[in-house]
Every structure is written in C-alpha cells, then in structure tokens.
C-alpha cells in the first residue's frame, strides 16, 4: 500500500459488512476442539471468502476488524492483538 492508497464507499462498506460478519460468525458458531483446547468456527470461512471476492486488502481488514472483537467479546481478550494482527 503506497502513500495514496484509499478504499472507495463501496470497500469501506464491504469491510465493515464482511467484518460483522466474521465477528457474528466466529461468535455464534463457534465449536470446542478437545484436542488441541481451540474451537473451529465460521468467521475464518467469512474472512476468506471476503479476501477472494474483494481482494486481500479488504480481507484482512475485514478479518481484523471481525475476528479481533470477537475475541475481545467472547472472552479470549488475551488473544486480541495476535488475531487483529494475523
């Protein structure tokens, strides 16, 4: 991303939209995995598919905006930071 990038009214509405999404997603569907003491969820399947449909600059905004509050809400607030990162 260079000095003069801006996203549109359209990508501003998709990253917003997308991240709900992911956030609504990894919140309501989320299952335990014994194993491994994680959970799956549907949120990564959002984010995913909002980096193919729209590229991967509105995907990682939208998965950062989407999984990083999800992880605050649901009570995984030690892992916010790592998440908005990733």
Same mark, same amino acid.
Request: hydrophobic share 55%; proline share 5%; no cysteine.
């Given at each position: 991303? &260079? !000095?003069?990038?801006?996203?549109?009214?359209?990508?501003?509405? %998709?990253? !917003?939209? =997308?991240? !709900?999404?992911?956030? /609504?997603?990894? =919140? =309501?569907?989320?299952? $335990? /995995?014994?194993?491994?003491?994680?959970?799956?969820?549907?949120?990564?399947?959002?984010?995913?598919?909002?980096?193919?449909?729209?590229? $991967?600059?509105?995907?990682?905004?939208? +998965? &950062?905006?989407?999984?990083? $509050? %999800? @992880?605050?809400?649901? +009570?995984? @607030?030690?892992?916010? *930071?790592?998440? %908005?990162? *990733?």
């Amino acid at each position: 991303m &260079g !000095a003069n990038f801006r996203l549109s009214t359209k990508e501003l509405a %998709a990253t !917003a939209v =997308m991240g !709900a999404l992911a956030t /609504i997603a990894t =919140m =309501m569907f989320a299952f $335990p /995995i014994p194993a491994t003491s994680g959970y799956f969820n549907f949120g990564d399947a959002i984010v995913m598919t909002t980096a193919l449909v729209f590229g $991967p600059v509105i995907g990682a905004l939208a +998965g &950062g905006l989407g999984s990083g $509050p %999800a @992880d605050l809400l649901g +009570g995984w @607030d030690n892992w916010v *930071i790592f998440t %908005a990162g *990733i």
